[in-house]
């Protein structure tokens, strides 16, 4: 099984940007999803963005819309999620995780990494 971990989560103001990456132990292959979640306390785990390996095709949560991008360096074996314009309401661990298809449930996916700590103050 790929081992996923997380890095670049920190503490930042509202409105700054911080790049997250997710690093995977061994190449991918096609057909395979990489989604970035996020839960925050009290709250359920959610779909910020996901990424098709193979092909690229993305989907986001509409509240990251126009200001999270989503990308993968296939040859790193790495996800990016770069988030701009960032609000208190973003604070959450996020999370990458890797499924068979890029749906926005949390629970098909089935390899997650740890998480890193995304902390924005207002």
């Known amino acids: 099984q790929v081992q996923l971990v997380e890095s670049g989560g920190g503490l930042v103001q509202a409105g700054d940007s911080l790049r997250l990456s997710c690093a995977a132990s061994?190449?991918?292959?096609?057909?395979?999803?990489i989604g970035w979640f996020r839960q925050a306390p009290g709250k359920d785990r959610e779909l910020v963005a996901v990424?098709?390996?193979?092909?690229?095709?993305?989907d986001y949560a509409d509240s990251v819309k126009g200001r999270f991008t989503i990308s993968r360096d296939n040859a790193k074996n790495t996800v990016y999620l770069q988030m701009n314009s960032l609000k208190s309401e973003d604070t959450a661990v996020y999370y990458c995780?890797?499924?068979?298809?890029?749906?926005?449930?949390?629970?098909?996916?089935?390899?997650w990494g740890q998480g890193t700590q995304v902390t924005v103050s207002s």
């Open positions: 061994r190449r991918t292959f096609g057909g395979v999803a």
């Open positions: 990424i098709t390996w193979s092909g690229g095709s993305t």
């Open positions: 995780a890797t499924g068979r298809y890029p749906v926005r449930a949390a629970t098909p996916y089935d390899n």
